[in-house]
C-alpha cells in the first residue's frame, strides 16, 4: 500500500503571502496525484487532478507539479477562503490512499 | 448538476453491520470511466479511502478494511450502497461518498453522513 506524507503539517501564512505545500509518495505514483480542500465542517472540494491539472472553477492562483514521488501544490497569493486543510491522493492498482493533511491557517 | 447525498444510521452499537446507500443524479453508474467512492473522516482527522465501485462492476477496496466491507450498485436506482461489519467506537466517523472519473480523483462529494458507534 502506497503511503503519502505531506509537510509541513501547519503552514503559518498572512493574506498575500506564496504557499508551498509538499506531498511525497512511499513509491512512484506517476501523475496520478490529486489535491484537495477542506474547510470545517464541510466536504472536500477538488482543486488538482493529474498532478497539475486545475479541477473545473478552480482560479489559477492554485497550482501543482510533480510527478512520480515528489509532488508539490503552490497558492501563489493566499486569499482569506485559502485558509483550510489540504490534502493529496493518490491512485495506483485501482487502489486510493490520502495523505495526512496539511492545515494552512493565518499567522 | 452531479450531485451525491449519503443516508443511514446515525447511531450504531458495537459489532452491528452499518449500512450506507449514496443517492446520485447528474451521471449514470452504467457510464464508461464512472465510479462512485466511499471515504471517511473520523473527527479532527484526516480522510480514509474505504472503497470504490466501477461502472462495469469492478470492485475495490482499502487492503485494512477488505474483510469488513461491501460495495454494491443499483443501477437503475441510481444508488450505491456500501456494508460495514463488526462495527467499533473507532469507526466513527464521517462517510462521504464522491463520484470517481478517469481523472482519477474525486470531483464531486456529497456532504456526508455522520455515524457514532456507541453502546
Known amino acids: 500500500e502506497i503511503v503519502l506524507t505531506q509537510s509541513p503539517a501547519t503552514l503559518s501564512l498572512s493574506p498575500g503571502e506564496r504557499a508551498t505545500l509538499s506531498c511525497r509518495a512511499s513509491?512512484?505514483?506517476?501523475?496520478?496525484l490529486a489535491w484537495y480542500q477542506q474547510k470545517p465542517g464541510q466536504a472536500p472540494r477538488l482543486l488538482i487532478y493529474?498532478?497539475?491539472h486545475r479541477a473545473t472553477g478552480i482560479p489559477a492562483r492554485f497550482s501543482g507539479s510533480g510527478s512520480g514521488t515528489d509532488f508539490t501544490l503552490t497558492i501563489s497569493s493566499l486569499e482569506p477562503e485559502d485558509f483550510a486543510v489540504y490534502y493529496c491522493?493518490?491512485?495506483?492498482?485501482?487502489?486510493?490512499?490520502f495523505g495526512p493533511g496539511t492545515k494552512v491557517d493565518i499567522k | 448538476q452531479i450531485t451525491l447525498k449519503e443516508s443511514g444510521p446515525t447511531l450504531v452499537k458495537p459489532t452491528q453491520t452499518l449500512t450506507l446507500t449514496c443517492t446520485f443524479s447528474?451521471?449514470?453508474?452504467?457510464?464508461?470511466?464512472?465510479?462512485v467512492g466511499w471515504i471517511r473522516q473520523p473527527p479532527g482527522k484526516a480522510l480514509e479511502w474505504l472503497a470504490l465501485?466501477?461502472?462495469?462492476?469492478?470492485?475495490r477496496y482499502s487492503p485494512s478494511l477488505k474483510s469488513r466491507l461491501t460495495i454494491t450498485k443499483d443501477t437503475s436506482k441510481n444508488q450505491v450502497v456500501l456494508t460495514m461489519t463488526n462495527m467499533d467506537p473507532v469507526d466513527t466517523a464521517t462517510y462521504y461518498c464522491?463520484?470517481?472519473?478517469?481523472?482519477?480523483?474525486?470531483?464531486?462529494w456529497g456532504q456526508g453522513t455522520t455515524v457514532t458507534v456507541s453502546s
Open positions: 464522491a463520484h470517481y472519473t478517469e481523472t482519477y480523483s474525486m470531483d464531486v
Open positions: 447528474g451521471f449514470s453508474l452504467s457510464t464508461s470511466g464512472v465510479g
Open positions: 465501485i466501477y461502472w462495469d462492476d469492478d470492485k
Open positions: 513509491q512512484s505514483v506517476s501523475s496520478y
Open positions: 493529474g498532478a497539475s
Open positions: 491522493q493518490q491512485r495506483n492498482n485501482w487502489l486510493f490512499t
